[in-house]
């Protein structure tokens, strides 16, 4: 995404396809892995992936990794200070 000449690093080659998650997907993925969203992985709402993205803190993002085989998974990380 370019806007006024910033590019921001959710265009990247290296940047992962992630997206913030609804809430009521947030509670049915809390409730199936039987944790609290204090207990997720955290990433700052500064780290350069979530710049231009929208994410607000306590947003719950969900990242797809691929491993070297070509097999995709998520990854969730709750957006923190």
């Known amino acids: 995404m ?8 959710i265009d990247h080659l290296l940047v992962p396809k992630f997206r913030i998650m609804k809430p009521e997907e947030v509670e049915k ?3 199936q ?3 609290t969203k ?5 990433i700052s709402k500064t780290d350069a992936m979530l710049k ?3 994410a607000k ?4 993002i969900e990242i ?12 969730y990380r709750v957006v923190t200070k």
């Not at 370019?2 to 690093?9: D, R, S, V």
């Not at 204090?38 to 955290?42: D, F, G, S, V």
């Not at 797809?64 to 990854?75: A, I, L, M, Q, S």
């Open 52 to 54: 231009g993205s929208g």
């Open 29 to 31: 993925l809390l409730k």
């Open 2 to 9: 370019l806007i006024l000449g910033i590019i921001f690093a």
């Open 38 to 42: 204090k207990q997720l992985p955290k």
């Open 64 to 75: 797809e990794r691929v491993e070297e085989n070509g097999v995709k998974y998520p990854y």
């Open 33 to 35: 892995l039987k944790i």
């Open 57 to 60: 803190i306590g947003d719950v």
